[in-house]
């Protein structure tokens, strides 16, 4: 008896000090020695890449002598003249008509016929030569060579823009290096026969969850209740002690139903900024669990989907052949005009203004609603997932934070209030990092209207109260070529933005139970 009496003695004060003094965590710099990443050979896993058997990649697109002009648009009257311009010579708009600023790629071939019909409005040269800022070379050759060995548990991932395979790469190492915390989702196929693919990140009870109660402890709000202690805190040996209730910070337990918050880029395939720093925000909600109280709550209550590529074949394009390449690759009924802006395809009020029935040009919206396999698949995804409360589409550039609506300049969603307070709280945090700022507000009245884009249909049909578009860096000096040293300040400031909106989503969504 006495035996069996020191031996619980010795078990208790063990279990009472491994509360007092947890074991330390793992560092970023111990999940950096644990945790290697080496990209995948990009030709077993791209057969359908356009590189030939060889490895050799076609021409890369050259842009001598062409231009990029800022037209300063003041009036409806002029703005319908831009409109009518761009849509007749297939021009390449680089921002989105509006009253205000509106940036024009110009080739020289057309650049007597621009000024001249748009000579009413005024316009000055934002970049003098678009050649000076291309590689000549395509960037997947240089790849093909390239030896690098890539970690993604430190920040030089970011140092520069990766391709396809390696992104695919980064995504399938997390899932493999964090099963607990990491699932696979595929949303769907492309054209080409890509498969587009992103994680799902979400909390876990850990296994010794009991024995380290104040390791995932997460600060509460000053005017909420204390929950109730899990078991352990409740047992005869803990009253014996005297912790206080109010001396233990609430434990952060994993949703058993979480709702979603759908994040993805790349529906636009130049804007490379897009897919750099969402795999940024995936990183560091990964590597943030359980090390970070803020980030572990967040991921306790929501399921976080990340997809970096929605238009996987268009993306690859950019790399091997044209860098300017907007749209998807589907064929259309000009075969020398392929592509659909999938961004003008999705389903709610298609058709209705701000797209093009044209397939030559840019903004070209599809033979149908869903015609393009990139917007389908992701709609058909957050439909049948029937769990996603918000949805943040990530493009470039503008530096803009959007909400519905875009196809109906005349409709104000129901929930404006929330979704705007949502917005603007999130651009604040977003411009305390960097001093960035951001312009909030509707798709209508922060740039014009655009119908078929993917925040109305989230919004009208799939349900996803908060469903943003965010155009990233920067507002024009670079545009689609924002050089790598930006990748990692954007993606910094884009990560404060997105935790903000998700704990002002889980403080103000109070019906689902969620716990703050």
């Known amino acids: 008896m006495r035996s069996l009496w020191a031996t ?10 491994s509360l007092a003094y947890p074991q330390p965590q793992l560092s970023y710099q111990d999940l950096q020695q644990q945790f290697p990443f080496t990209r995948f050979d990009r030709n077993t896993h791209y057969a359908d890449s356009q590189a030939d058997s060889s490895g050799e990649i076609g021409n890369y697109a050259r842009f001598d002598g062409e231009q990029v002009l800022r037209v300063e648009v003041s009036s409806l009257e002029q703005l319908k003249l831009l409109e009518a311009t761009v849509e007749n010579h297939n021009l390449d708009l ?26 009413s409005i005024p316009s000055v040269v934002m970049i003098p030569n678009l050649q000076d ?33 390696t992104l695919n790469n980064f995504t399938e190492s997390m899932v493999q290096q964090f099963p607990d915390l990491v699932k ?28 380290n109660l104040a390791d995932n402890a997460v600060e509460v709000d000053g005017d909420e209740e204390l929950e109730e202690h899990d078991e352990l805190a409740r047992s005869w040996w803990f009253r014996l002690f005297d912790f206080s209730k109010r001396s233990i910070q609430k434990p952060s337990k994993p949703k058993k139903n979480p709702k979603a918050i759908v994040i993805h880029a790349g529906q636009h395939a130049r804007e490379w900024i897009g897919p750099a720093v969402v795999t940024y925000i995936a990183k560091e909600l990964i590597l943030g669990y359980q090390h970070n109280k803020k980030i572990t709550r967040l991921v306790d209550q929501f399921e976080f989907v990340i997809v970096p590529v929605l238009n996987a074949d268009g993306y690859v394009f950019t790399w091997e052949n044209n ?30 203004g701000g797209s093009s029935s044209n397939p030559c040009n840019e903004g070209y919206h599809g033979t149908e609603a869903f015609s393009a396999q990139e917007s389908k698949m992701m709609s058909d995804f957050i439909h049948e997932r029937k769990n996603v409360v918000a949805y943040i589409d990530f493009h470039a550039y503008s530096q803009l934070w959007m909400t519905p609506f875009g196809g109906d300049c005349d409709h104000v969603p129901k929930d404006d209030e929330d979704i705007m307070e949502g917005a603007m709280g999130a651009a604040k945090a977003l411009h305390a990092v ?24 989230t919004y009208a049909e799939g ?7 965010v155009e990233l860096r920067d507002t024009g000096l670079h545009g689609f070529l924002l050089p790598e040293s930006e990748i990692l300040p954007s993606s910094e400031e884009t990560l404060a933005g997105v935790m903000y ?8 969504e109070k019906q689902w139970g969620y716990m703050v």
Request: charged letters at 20%.
């Open 8 to 17: 619980t003695s010795l078990a208790l004060s063990c279990a009472v000090l």
């Open 94 to 119: 680089w921002s989105n008509l509006r009253i205000g600023s509106v940036d024009v790629r110009v080739p020289v071939s057309k650049r007597e016929a621009f000024e001249s019909e748009t000579r």
């Open 133 to 165: 800022l291309i590689p000549t070379q395509a960037p997947a050759t240089l790849l093909h060579s390239s030896q690098n060995d890539w970690n993604f548990t430190d920040n030089s991932f970011w140092y520069n823009y990766h391709d396809l395979a």
């Open 184 to 211: 696979r989702v595929s949303i769907g196929h492309t054209y080409e026969g890509r498969e587009v693919f992103g994680m799902s990140i979400h909390g876990y009870k850990p296994k010794d969850h009991r024995l």
């Open 323 to 352: 860098r300017m390449w907007r749209k998807n690759r589907q064929p259309t009924s000009v075969p020398f005009c392929p592509g659909t802006d999938t961004n003008r395809n999705w389903g709610y009020m298609w058709n209705t």
């Open 434 to 457: 960097n001093g960035k700022k951001f312009v909030v507000g509707s798709i209508c009245n922060v740039i014009y209207q655009a119908s078929g884009g993917s925040i109305d249909w």
């Open 463 to 469: 349900k996803v109260k908060y469903s943003y578009g």
């Open 501 to 508: 909106l998700a704990n002002f989503i889980r403080k103000r």
